[in-house]
């Protein structure tokens, strides 16, 4: 009897520990992850991301991913320091040093943002969002005909995109070039952007 509940208690203890020690798939997960973060599933994603990491600490994947979670919920303290082990793992991770970019510029730090951006297009001089958001801050700081630079850069990389479009007809607008304002908001407009009509109405008929 004894030998037998002894047995029991060894079976336990194993069982225990294989519930607790329980091996993940991490490319497997990873991509899980993704799936989920792409589809707008972000508790989902965060959950499967912070797994990942559980299991193992040096996928900077996960790291720049849960970090963009933390950004998109305006935890920027938190996606800072995922950021951070993200670029700690991989010095070029490009996804990381574009998410404190952001991060700098939603904080109203447009020079540390800038600077950022750039960091992020000298490890990937195609990066078409660092292009479109430097120029972004660009434009809040003033400098228009360096913002117009940025916005025609992203454009050329991808010219399906009706934000970027509406931003460089507000650049036009600003340096007195209604002509080509009005031929980008139109551009938005037809690109799907809600609030190009407005502008269009306001700025272009009479044109």
Same mark, same amino acid.
């Given at each position: ?12 203890? #194993? ?11 991490? @490319? ?29 600490? !040096? ?12 950004? #998109? ?8 320091? @995922?950021?951070? !082990? ?53 434009? @809040? ?6 913002? #117009?630079? @940025? ?8 010219? #399906? ?47």
């Amino acid at each position: 009897m004894a030998t037998r509940n002894y047995f029991l208690i060894l079976c336990f203890i #194993l069982l225990f520990h294989a519930c607790n020690n329980r091996v993940v798939d991490t @490319d497997e997960t990873l991509d899980a992850a993704i799936i989920e973060y792409e589809k707008e599933n972000y508790g989902k994603a965060f959950k499967l991301f912070s797994e990942i990491i559980e299991f193992n600490p !040096k996928i900077s994947l996960a790291y720049a991913y849960r970090g963009d979670i933390y950004f #998109l919920n305006n935890n920027y303290i938190k996606a800072i320091l @995922d950021y951070d !082990k993200a670029i700690r793992w991989n010095p070029k991770f490009v996804r990381a040093w574009f998410g404190k970019a952001r991060i700098s510029h939603e904080l109203g730090d447009l020079l540390g943002a800038i600077d950022l951006y750039n960091h992020t297009l000298k490890i990937n001089n195609k990066h078409i969002d660092a292009y479109h958001y430097r120029g972004k801050a660009k434009f @809040d700081m003033g400098d228009l005909y360096s913002s #117009l630079s @940025d916005l025609n850069q992203s454009l050329e990389l991808d010219s #399906l995109q009706a934000g970027v479009f509406l931003l460089r007809a507000l650049v036009h607008l600003q340096i007195a070039d209604t002509t080509k304002a009005c031929h980008d908001f139109i551009n938005a407009d037809i690109l799907g952007d809600s609030t190009a009509i407005l502008h269009i109405r306001k700025n272009c008929l009479d044109n």
